[in-house]
């Protein structure tokens, strides 16, 4: 049916209007009820342009020509339809279906809403009549209102156009009104929104109960709300926030109005800052919270299926301290994101991994039968990391330490699988790294001490515990005092000292090792100084040990300038002892650390050379001036064969080179009387003199010799 600019339904052209109540057509219903000639009641009826209904208890029983003409219906399609489904809120206001007899008068005006045979509503209004009340008979004449007559209000309809929410207006099941934000919402124009019905145009079948649950909670409490979604005309769900309130009139409900607003943008908010609160930012892993309710939702499965177990791996990034001091923490950042990319690539589709925080990664294997499938994983991660990393346009090797755990009868949550875990990755890292240890309970007491020794040597770098021992080293031709070697030492409780040989591993895994060589580097310079002070002649040479770790941090050179500063001590009299496997990591830098030392005029020894078989090449190209032979090497001086050759030619070779060469552990006169027939300039020893303290150190400086007698 055309429509009329006003959204009406239109009359045939030719047929005018009816305007005002036809209240005439009441005497007109009642005379053709009286006349005997059917036919001619329904031609009179049909030809009027006006629609007119004929009601009997309720039900419509015909329907004139321009009546079935809107509505699309043909001849016998009207009888018996009630009148509520002809004529929407012909009784506005109200709950329940009523006919024309609930009036109290016998002719009343009208205004209702007529669905036309393409569903659109045509705004209708009219007067319904009595005729015969003891037979619930009525006669409802109507036609399409007349807009100019009864002026439509612009100012609500223009607020809602204006409204950025979308606002559908449902009436009886039916939209009477979308809003142009809908329109942009979802796809739907006013003209194929109006006389559908919502739950068909947007809501997707799997809402359709909580639709349902949105209506009924808005009959029950006035209104509803909801975080939903709702689907626009391609099919695509849109992320909406609903609101849902009644549509009155006088008092009552006769609808719902709907209120949209898209939260799109604000979900994907959401999901963001949901998934960063849940994921490391840095390599997009899950984080511990995350990897941990993993875990959990594993060893629940586990419970419910034993024969599909799973387990845990603990890693630990071998070399990542040392990047991070030697190239910086973008260099390190660069590395842990290049190791989360090889841990995804190695895992299978079931497992997951995770960062942990620092340089520790964890990982969940699941549906394994025994220990033997957690070795697979951890050896296939092991090859994917001891290939090297292009940091930076340098080749890093990373490396790991993995520990293993398998979920056990022990293992309630997913905080002690992975503890120990934790313990077995101790081990590896004790057993040099670049491997990976399974947990048992054996284990779990060796790194329980281990803990312990960390426990304790952090409690004596709180309390400063420690203190400075100086052991005396010779010129083994003459006896004379050359120096010392410092050392730091641990102050128990009791009163006595204790080396700090054992501990140092500890400190060096935890970082403790940088604050205990920064305090021992203050101690030596000091020392030097009052050295210096007290015997102005004499130019004896004092040693401190540097760790890997010390060696390389990035600081080291600025304490070092800062100590010289402050103490006032001679640079050249100073040495940096440094074991021969830190050269071994990365001589490159390690040269341009030595020649950075040397423009300070601070010399630096190889320490424990022969400790590792490390390359004689390091004799010849690092810029050191002193190397000190590892206990054994010393030892091999009373021997025979091959060992002493070996012994020979590396003091020959050190001499030739100009180095000062050094036995350390001498024990008996046959070793002194040997290295010295050798070459060998220097020595130390508990033969030569054990450790001392401050002032016993400086009352031997005072004599110059030793506890052996010079000459031998």
Not at 208 to 216: G, S
Not at 375 to 403: K, T
Not at 504 to 523: C, Y
Request: proline fraction near 5%.
């Amino acid at each position: 049916m055309a429509k009329s600019p006003t959204g009406a339904g239109s009359m045939p052209e030719g047929k005018p209007l009816q305007s005002g109540p036809p209240n005439p057509l009441k005497a007109i219903g009642l005379n053709l009820y009286q006349n005997a000639n059917p036919d001619a009641q329904r031609e009179v009826l049909d030809s009027l342009p006006v629609l007119v209904f004929l009601e009997r208890a309720g039900k419509i029983v015909f329907a004139n020509s321009e009546a079935r003409r809107v509505l699309g219906l043909t001849e016998g399609e009207w009888t018996s339809r009630p009148v509520e489904e002809v004529l929407w809120g012909l009784f506005p206001g109200t709950a329940e279906p009523q006919t024309l007899l609930t009036g109290t008068q016998h002719s009343s005006p009208f205004h209702a809403t007529l669905p036309d045979q393409t569903g659109h509503l045509i705004p209708v209004e009219g007067t319904y009549s009595i005729l015969r009340p003891e037979q619930r008979e009525a006669v409802i004449v109507a036609h399409p209102s007349d807009r100019e007559r009864v002026p439509r209000s612009r100012l609500m309809e223009d607020v809602l156009a204006s409204l950025p929410e979308a606002v559908a207006i449902e009436y009886q099941n039916h939209v009477l009104y979308a809003n142009p934000a809908f329109t942009r919402m979802f796809g739907y124009t006013p003209e194929e929104a109006e006389g559908g019905s919502l739950r068909e145009l947007i809501v997707p079948e799997t809402r359709l109960n909580e639709n349902a649950a949105l209506l009924k909670a808005v009959d029950d409490h006035g209104f509803s709300t909801a975080e939903t979604v709702r689907s626009n005309k391609a099919g695509e769900l849109v992320d909406v926030s609903l609101q849902v309130a009644p549509l009155l009139v006088d008092g009552g409900r006769v609808g719902y109005v709907f209120t949209f607003r898209d939260i799109g943008e604000h979900r994907q908010t959401e999901e963001k800052l949901e998934h960063d609160a849940m994921h490391d930012v840095l390599t997009g892993l899950p984080n511990r919270a995350l990897f941990l309710d993993h875990v959990n939702l594993a060893l629940s499965r586990r419970l419910r299926d034993p024969g599909q177990n799973c387990g845990v791996l603990f890693l630990d990034l071998d070399t990542f301290k040392q990047v991070n001091d030697s190239l910086g923490h973008a260099a390190g950042d660069a590395l842990l994101i290049a190791v989360a990319g090889r841990l995804r690539a190695s895992l299978r589709p079931q497992d997951s991994a995770a960062r942990l925080g620092g340089d520790e990664f964890a990982v969940l294997v699941e549906n394994i039968v025994s220990t033997y499938d957690l070795e697979i994983v951890a050896g296939r991660i092991l090859r994917e990391l001891e290939r090297s990393f292009e940091i930076f346009g340098r080749d890093i090797h990373a490396g790991a330490s993995i520990g293993a755990a398998m979920a056990g009868p022990d293992h309630t949550t997913s905080d002690l699988l992975l503890r120990d875990a934790d313990f077995a990755m101790y081990r590896a890292k004790q057993a040099g790294g670049s491997r990976y240890e399974i947990f048992d309970k054996h284990l779990e007491v060796s790194v329980t001490s281990h803990q312990e020794r960390e426990r304790e040597i952090r409690s004596a770098v709180n309390k400063r515990q420690f203190v400075f021992q100086y052991q005396p080293i010779y010129r083994l031709l003459g006896g004379l005092l050359e120096g010392f070697e410092s050392s730091l030492s641990l102050r128990r409780a009791d009163g006595t000292v204790d080396s700090l040989f054992d501990l140092m591993a500890v400190a060096e895994d935890t970082g403790l090792s940088i604050l205990l060589g920064r305090e021992a580097l203050d101690a030596a310079c000091e020392q030097l100084r009052i050295l210096s002070d007290r015997l102005p002649q004499q130019e004896l040479i004092l040693t401190v040990n540097l760790t890997r770790r010390q060696l390389y941090h990035p600081d080291l050179i600025a304490h070092l300038m800062k100590a010289l500063a402050a103490s006032g001590a001679n640079p050249s009299r100073l040495l940096f002892e440094v074991p021969e496997s830190a050269f071994n990591e990365n001589p490159d830098a390690a040269v341009a650390i030595l020649q950075r030392l040397a423009d300070w005029q601070v010399r630096v020894a190889i320490d424990d050379f022969g400790s590792s078989l490390a390359s004689l090449n390091h004799l010849v190209h690092l810029p050191v001036g002193m190397v000190k032979l590892a206990p054994r090497l010393t030892a091999a001086a009373l021997s025979s064969g091959r060992q002493l050759s070996v012994l020979e030619c590396i003091i020959h070779l050190g001499n030739t080179l100009g180095l000062q060469m050094v036995a350390q552990g001498i024990e008996t006169p046959q070793q002194l009387a040997a290295l010295s027939r050798m070459g060998c300039a220097l020595g130390q020893g508990p033969l030569l003199s054990p450790p001392l303290d401050q002032e016993r150190a400086l009352a031997l400086a005072e004599t110059g010799f030793g506890a052996f007698a010079p000459g031998i």
